[in-house]
């Protein structure tokens, strides 16, 4: 059920795990859910330098982070604001109607953690 | 790669012996079993030998077996025909709250009908209180259909206690065994029900062909209509081919139920042990005692069960979640929710169920790399704790 591009990802997910000092931290979803994900984000000069995750959920949810890490990766802020839950998906060469809602939080995850950092930014 | 199954709950490998029984009713016994030539006279004959055969499993008589296309029908054929027969005597049917969707399905339906439901609760082990059944019955109650083996977690209710206190009440009482037939004995008489289902494909017999036991002088009003068939219960041209599966499934369960019994329990004991002495955080869900032979159910927290699952099928395993997020509905499982456990571990639940053919090596394979999973799983998830 799942496209090649998604087991890829799942099976070898990039860019697991945290950065101890984030930017800017995303949390999305709950594990009532069965869906939850962190992402971390370290902001240079307005471009994204390090992009990590931690996900609890299904096979579309670990693949579809570990994709956006690698889309995020070295764009602009503002750039990687644009990148939409479609995106991801298309990007994994599609994934199961009945994921796209509820696994596919992977662009808000990200959305997340970059408004973290932009709060911050502000209040410094 | 290897190539484990271990989802018997699920269906199991056809056995050798019940394809060779029926390719002759593929091949050249085809006839139709109503017509008088002699073609239909062979399949006749199979067909009454295959009767025989099914209730000598069930140690019931020939005449009160009904084939039909499996479980989910025979369920249906039990739950309407009697509370269509019935609807003037009374509208009251108890069940419980971790049956099979053929039952609950079928209750939900009659209750669009007009018809009322009790749903049995069960404990934290998955049993159900006979005195529960007891107390639910009313003057309206006309039946009472509560299943011998849970299909999720293998917990075995208490049958026999619940017959007994029906019938002291005068209610029928059905049972659906479609998972304890082959793993524990399974006789009709021992557990004193009017009505009985199972299905050959979860004994290592053909997809698509069941039966219905219903008790000498137990009526039920007819589903399908037609020309008459299995004595006017199931109209259609017999299934001669399926039939004659599953009498040979049957009478295979029935010649090899103590070994396969010992050796899946066996199998269960040392799975079971080992990985709660291998996963910190592991819960065996059901009952420790009370529970099919085959039967292996897990929750891990911190994991997700279809992640699980598809990165087990990747090492060549196959078993099975009662995770949301590997359902259809993406509803977590109404049987463990009903053991009241928390959404977030139903989320990391994993089911493994023996069958006949599985060794020692391959539980020990599946073990080790459940470990590895587990912990890959858990090293990626954020609600793990840290240390």
Request: with cysteine; proline share 4%; glycine share 8%.
């Amino acid at each position: 059920m799942y496209s090649e591009k998604v087991m890829e990802h799942f099976s070898n997910p990039k860019n697991v795990g945290e950065i101890e000092d984030a930017d800017g931290i995303g949390e999305v979803g709950n594990p009532t859910c069965g869906d939850m994900m962190t992402i971390y984000i370290k902001v240079d000069d307005g471009k994204l330098t390090d992009v990590k995750f931690k996900t609890f959920g299904c096979a579309a949810a670990i693949a579809t982070s570990s994709m956006i890490t690698e889309m995020a990766l070295g764009k602009t802020i503002e750039e990687a604001l644009e990148i939409s839950r479609d995106d991801v998906a298309e990007s994994l060469d599609g994934l199961p109607p009945v994921k796209l809602h509820c696994s596919n939080l992977a662009a808000d995850g990200l959305h997340a953690a970059i408004e973290d950092y932009l709060n911050k930014s502000k209040s410094n | 790669m290897a190539k484990i199954y271990m989802d018997n709950s699920a269906t199991t490998k056809p056995d050798p012996e019940v394809v060779s029984a029926m390719l002759p009713y593929l091949n050249e016994y085809f006839g139709n079993a109503s017509s008088l030539h002699s073609f239909g006279q062979e399949a006749a004959e199979a067909l009454n030998r295959s009767r025989q055969q099914v209730a000598d499993l069930l140690g019931a008589q020939p005449d009160e077996i009904i084939f039909t296309s499996g479980g989910t029908e025979s369920d249906n054929l039990a739950l309407k025909g009697t509370a269509y027969l019935k609807k003037n005597a009374g509208k009251h049917i108890i069940t419980s709250v971790v049956e099979h969707p053929a039952i609950l399905d079928t209750c939900r339906n009659l209750q669009k009908n007009g018809f009322k439901v009790t749903y049995i609760p069960v404990d934290d082990q998955g049993l159900i209180d006979p005195h529960d059944v007891e107390d639910a019955i009313i003057d309206d109650t006309i039946l009472i259909s509560i299943m011998h083996a849970n299909n999720e977690i293998g917990t075995i209710q208490p049958i026999e206690d619940i017959s007994r206190l029906a019938h002291e009440k005068g209610v029928l009482v059905h049972t659906d065994a479609v998972q304890s037939i082959g793993k524990i004995p399974v006789n009709v008489d021992d557990l004193g029900v009017d009505m009985l289902s199972l299905s050959a494909h979860k004994i290592h017999g053909p997809k698509g062909v069941g039966a219905l036991f219903v008790r000498k002088g137990t009526r039920l009003e007819t589903l399908v209509h037609g020309g008459g068939h299995e004595r006017g219960k199931r109209s259609g041209t017999e299934n001669i081919p399926g039939i004659v599966g599953l009498a040979k499934a049957a009478e295979l369960a029935g010649q090899r139920l103590e070994k396969d019994a010992s050796h899946l329990a066996n199998l269960r004991d040392a799975a079971i042990t080992k990985i709660l002495g291998s996963i910190p955080e592991s819960y065996l869900n059901g009952h420790p005692t009370q529970r099919l032979p085959n039967n292996v159910h897990f929750r891990f927290s911190y994991v997700e069960g279809e992640s699980l699952l598809i990165m087990l099928n990747m090492k060549g395993v196959a078993v099975s979640t009662g995770s949301a997020c590997s359902s259809k509905s993406l509803e977590p499982s109404h049987v463990l929710s009903a053991l009241g456990i928390p959404s977030e571990q139903i989320h990391g639940s994993l089911r493994i169920t023996l069958g006949r053919a599985n060794t020692m090596d391959e539980v020990d394979y599946v073990v080790e790399n459940l470990v590895e999973t587990v912990t890959k799983l858990r090293a990626m998830s954020p609600i793990t704790p840290k240390n």
